[in-house]
């Protein structure tokens, strides 16, 4: 699907109090190495989520590469039968330890662009029910800004203890509603 669709079709579900004020952009970077993109969202032209191939790469392989050697992790042994390779236990620690970087990364709210373009297209098709309990932090993110999120449940959403880019939605969006939230300290 055209990114302006997609931006189209995402900016429909925003709250009325947010419509206008939210936007979604991108661009790819063509002359780099395998094309890596960038995308963003705003409010009120400041970016409140960025999600970027280049500064999630490099990280996560310097990540990866820690979490190699504090393991001690072995390369996977050579052989000529490729579906041998595939099932040594070497290949499944080296994958674990792939995991566990982009894991880390994307708690710290660093996220790979293909990962907040899939959540957007899984997320226009969820109903709020499926959105608010998905366990992909960006469709639950999504689900703050939507017009199918009433007043009074999202008064009611308990927010303790969930990731820091679904509570800063939340708050912009009790901000932009006249809510007073519940997580505020003061």
Sequence with gaps: MQFSKIKKR??????????????????????????????WLTLDKQKILNADDLSFIVPRNILYAQ????????????NRDFNVMLGFPERRALEDAYDLA???????????????????????????????????????AFAMFDYRLGKRRLQNLNMTGVHPTIQQFYQIRCEAESIINKTKKG
């Design 102 to 140: 982009e894991e880390t990364l994307m708690e710290r709210g660093n996220f790979e662009s293909f990962y907040l373009y899939e959540a957007i297209m899984y997320y226009m098709q969820l109903s709020i029910e499926e959105s608010l309990l998905s366990e992909n932090v960006l469709i639950q």
């Design 10 to 39: 995402y900016e429909s579900f925003l709250c009325k109090k947010l419509q206008g004020r939210v936007k979604i952009y991108a661009t790819t970077y063509r002359k780099a190495h395998d094309n890596p993109a960038s995308v």
């Design 67 to 78: 979490l190699k050697e504090q393991h001690m992790l072995k390369p996977i042994p050579y």
